[in-house]
């Protein structure tokens, strides 16, 4: 089994920046990868990247970072926008199964 805790959402305005962390408990050895998602309200639940390839909307402003020691992967997210509004999930795989956090709000708005 693994769990993952995100936390770093909020409310930003256009053109901010947010930090958002996932840290993984369990059976951490066993994941093969680590990626983010996200969920706008009405929307399906589309990937937003991992360590290897990220969506068209956020190449050049958000960027993936781990760090292997915390057991924690980030997603640093430049020059947001309205649409970029939505629960941002943390995913992780292995051979057993797939597995997601609880979810973090993240709200553009002036």
């Known amino acids: 089994q693994v769990q993952l805790v995100e936390s770093g959402g909020g409310l930003v305005q256009p053109g901010g920046f947010l930090r958002l962390s996932c840290v993984a408990f369990g059976d951490i050895f066993s994941i093969y990868i680590m990626a983010w998602y996200r969920q706008a309200p009405g929307q399906q639940r589309e990937l937003v990247g991992s360590a290897r390839n990220y969506a068209e909307a956020v190449k050049g402003r958000f960027t993936y970072s781990r760090d292997n020691a915390k057991n924690a992967v980030y997603r640093q997210m430049n020059s947001l926008k309205p649409e970029d509004t939505a629960v941002y999930y943390c995913?992780?795989?292995?051979?057993?199964?797939?597995?997601w956090g609880q979810g973090t709000q993240v709200t553009v708005s002036s």
């Open positions: 995913n992780a795989a292995n051979a057993k199964g797939s597995y």
